[in-house]
T-cell receptor
Framework: DAGITQSPRHKVTETGTPVTLRCHQT?????MYWYRQDPGHGLRLIHY???????DKGEVSDGYSVSRSKTEDFLLTLESATSSQTSVYFC????????????FGEGSRLTVL | GEDVEQSLFLSVREGDSSVINCTYT??????LYWYKQEPGAGLQLLTY?????DMKQDQRLTVLLNKKDKHLSLRIADTQTGDSAIYFC??????????FGTGTRLKVLA
């Protein structure tokens, strides 16, 4: 299994509070991604990174920011959480090898009350 | 950008074949993928197909690609209860973005 750790795995917070989710990898993969999974919407890309300090927006980036100061860590921050950000968040990594397999973490379930 | 569409649910009887369909909009994706998600877990790659192929078979799995219609399908032969899961179709948009469909929840009835 790819070495991907997401933390926290579960979090309950209140509207308006800041939240940071961490994705840590031990594979030295260049590319890292944050997705959110919601019923009826599947998996939607929030932000991604193609190298240290190199990040870009996905399709649902409003209300989220990311940082990648070192290869192994990709942080997703909700500056002021809203109930619409209640979701399961997945981190994924790849080195874009032979056929570009994406490896996923186990997910972080966030509930915003 | 890329858009990937799937039907949301499929129910089959154990031992029958399952066919999960997917349509996509961006024909430039080099590879197209099928991922499986079991309850409470992340996604795992099930199979993939290179864009210049029409078909790929891997044990009980058959992937068909119709590039003209931008249609991808996954056939699971002799479906078992352990195949109950959510199946996601995915494509690469541009250089870095992996775009996923809505996922199809497969329920296998004993």
């Amino acid at each position: 299994d790819a070495g991907i750790t997401q933390s926290p795995r579960h979090k309950v917070t209140e509207t308006g509070t800041p939240v940071t989710l961490r994705c840590h990898q031990t594979e030295n993969h260049r590319y890292m991604y944050w997705y959110r999974q919601d019923p009826g919407h599947g998996l939607r890309l929030i932000h991604y990174s193609y190298g240290v300090k190199d990040t870009d927006k996905g399709e649902v980036s409003d209300g989220y920011s990311v940082s990648r100061s070192k290869t192994e860590d990709f942080l997703l921050t909700l500056e002021s959480a809203t109930s619409s950000q209640t979701s399961v968040y997945f981190c994924a990594i790849t080195d874009r090898g032979v056929f570009g397999e994406l490896f996923f973490g186990e997910g972080s379930r966030l509930t915003v009350l | 950008g890329e858009d990937v569409e799937q039907s949301l649910f499929l129910s089959v009887r154990e031992g029958d074949s399952s066919v999960i369909n997917c349509t996509y909009t961006d024909s430039s994706s080099t590879y197209l993928y099928w991922y499986k998600q079991e309850p409470g877990a992340g996604l795992q790659l099930l199979t993939y197909i290179f864009s210049n192929m029409d078909m790929k078979q891997d044990q009980r799995l058959t992937v068909l690609l119709n590039k003209k219609d931008k249609h991808l399908s996954l056939r699971i032969a002799d479906t078992q209860t352990g195949d109950s899961a959510i199946y996601f179709c995915a494509a690469i948009s541009g250089t870095y973005k992996y775009i996923f469909g809505t996922g199809t929840r497969l329920k296998v009835l004993a």
